[in-house]
């Protein structure tokens, strides 16, 4: 038969582990979270920029003599 302090003592480190495993499933989980968030916005930045491209492109002709004023017009 186990004492009540010894009970108190194996009630608190269960309480531990459980916390631990806890706080060790949330940090994975907001890991997770945090790189699909990462890899949309890179995703949504590398279309914005295609998609700039796709506009600028006809004023960038590498076979066309003028070159386009600083202001854009």
Known sequence: MTSHVE?????RIAA???KA???KRLREELAAAR???LAKRHA???RHLAALGQQLAPTLDPFS????AASGA
């Open 7 to 11: 009970a108190e003592v194996q009630r």
């Open 16 to 18: 531990a582990r459980r």
């Open 21 to 23: 495993e806890n706080d």
């Open 35 to 37: 790189t699909a968030g």
């Open 44 to 46: 949504a930045k590398l």
């Open 65 to 68: 003599n003028l070159t386009p």
